[in-house]
């Protein structure tokens, strides 16, 4: 059998613990890439957040991003498939957060928004991971209230992330738990020791991938 396309995962596994790509992965990519496979990053993180090393690789083309919300050829810079939670569940889902002891943020329009408060009190959340620090630093864009932004712009949301200290780890797991019931047209799922994130049902990798192969 030939292999046509391999999608790979980067967090926890195309990555190292830094977040950092061995050589020997660089390399089996090349490898793959020379033998005309069609090589797709699948991952949680927005385009921005994809490390510039993979990014600026010249036989990778296509990309699923935000678990499966957003699929991107890049080459003719055009989404091939969205699976985004409208606007009244984000709303609802960000109403729910406010009463958990946690900071929480999204991705719209392939980019990061946080509420400017939440954003200073991160480093409560990170002490352990300063790469995730760095890298919410990064890739958020400060806004008074996300909640009041989003409601303002009116468009469907991407991804929703909420993040735990290190101490209410329990509460963490408790609500892996109960948020099925409680929202089931949305899927949530954790790439990150403290986080957890929230996509509606229609996103997810495979279906991402179901997309692209379709498309391709």
């Known amino acids: 059998m030939r292999y046509k396309l391999i999608a ?13 790509i061995p ?11 020379e033998r005309g496979v069609q090589l797709v990053p699948a991952t949680g993180r927005i385009m921005a957040g994809i490390p510039e090393q993979i990014r600026a690789l010249p036989f990778i083309r296509y990309y699923i991003t935000i678990n ?10 055009r989404a091939l498939y969205r699976g985004e939670i409208p606007l009244e569940q984000a709303l609802e889902m960000l109403r729910y957060m406010e009463t958990l002891p946690v900071l929480y943020d999204c991705y719209q329009d392939n980019m990061g928004w946080m509420s400017g408060s939440m954003l200073d009190r991160a480093p ?3 002490r352990a991971e300063p790469g995730m620090l760095e890298l919410v630093r990064r890739l958020r864009v400060r806004v ?20 735990f200290r290190r101490d209410d780890m329990d509460e963490r797991a408790r609500q892996l738990r109960l948020l099925p019931a409680l929202f089931p047209e ?3 799922t954790t790439s990150v020791s403290n986080n957890i994130e929230i996509n509606s049902v229609t996103a997810g990798k495979d279906r991402g991938l179901a997309a692209l192969c379709g498309a391709l």
């Not at 050589?23 to 990519?29: Q, S």
């Not at 996300?146 to 993040?163: C, D, F, I, N």
């Open 8 to 20: 790979f995962d980067l967090d926890g596994t195309f990555l190292d613990d830094g977040n950092n």
């Open 124 to 126: 409560e959340y990170f």
């Open 186 to 188: 949305l899927a949530a």
């Open 23 to 33: 050589e020997k992965n660089l390399a089996a990519l090349a490898a793959a890439a």
């Open 68 to 77: 499966g919300a957003y699929v991107c050829d890049t080459l003719r810079d």
């Open 144 to 163: 008074d209230s996300l909640p009041e932004y989003l409601r303002a712009k009116g468009e469907p949301v991407q991804k929703l992330q909420m993040y």
